[in-house]
């Protein structure tokens, strides 16, 4: 099945503690992308990669830290989490990006209920 | 400035009736493409309908349409015969052509639909 995996999708940690949420397609994706998810908010870009070793900040990067080592997988790292980074987490991919790409939407993971105390 | 707006933070429609949830986008692009995702209570982003700036029909699927607009830019999503299961988030998001930053999805806020009984 085609798919995005995160893990964890509920963690409770304390301010300070580095931790590491995992992001892994099946689908050969190039493109693949982390939001945070507030009330009132919407979806909030962190950061992107448009392909292995390339990635860019989004709007929201502050706190955090992404690696693109292998086109399947796309981990991000809170290396000293605060409880302002308390929200809901989701990865994405897309089967490509830039001009062309525009009729091809995301396919989502399940999230990750982060809560930092 | 926001180039995805839902002015609706929250709606309420009866059972078996239609709904539609707003969207106005703003972009230069000649090339877009527009989506719509629900997100229900457990969390996960599920797609829905998808429009291109190209095309000349609006979209349909299933009990969803795609009420597009192009001169107006907008984009509303129409939900036919509501039931009980459609209660949940609704996101409008925005895809452009021109690649880079501005390839990436964009979302708006969201509306929250309730379906009463």
């Known amino acids: 099945e085609a798919q995005v995996t995160q893990n964890p999708r509920y963690l409770i940690t304390v301010t300070g503690k580095k931790l590491t949420v995992t992001c892994s397609q099946n689908m050969n994706h190039e493109y693949m992308s982390w939001y945070r998810q507030d009330p009132g908010l919407g979806l909030r870009q962190i950061y992107y990669?448009?392909?292995?070793?390339?990635?860019d900040k989004g709007d929201v990067p502050e706190g955090y830290k992404v690696s693109r080592k292998e086109k399947r997988n796309f981990p991000l790292i809170l290396e000293s989490p605060s409880p302002n980074q308390t929200s809901l987490y989701f990865c994405?991919?897309?089967?490509?990006?830039?001009?062309?790409?525009?009729?091809?939407?995301?396919?989502f993971g399940s999230g990750t209920r982060l809560t930092v105390v | 400035a926001q180039k995805i707006t839902q002015t609706q933070p929250g709606m309420f429609v009866q059972e078996k009736e239609a709904v539609t949830l707003d969207c106005t986008y703003d972009t230069s692009d000649q090339s877009y493409g527009l989506f719509w995702y629900k997100q229900p209570s457990s969390g996960e982003m599920i797609f829905l309908i998808y429009q291109g700036s190209y095309d000349e029909q609006n979209a349909t699927e299933g009990r969803y349409s795609l009420n597009f607009q192009k001169a107006r830019k907008s984009a509303n999503l129409v939900i036919s015969a509501s039931q009980l299961g459609d209660s949940a988030m609704y996101f409008c998001?925005?895809?452009?052509?021109?690649?880079?930053?501005?390839?990436?999805?964009?979302f708006g806020k969201g509306t929250k639909l309730s379906v009463k009984p």
């Open positions: 994405a991919s897309s089967l490509f990006h830039g001009t062309g790409a525009i009729n091809y939407g995301y396919t």
């Open positions: 990669s448009m392909n292995v070793e390339v990635t």
């Open positions: 998001a925005m895809r452009e052509g021109s690649g880079g930053s501005q390839g990436n999805l964009i």
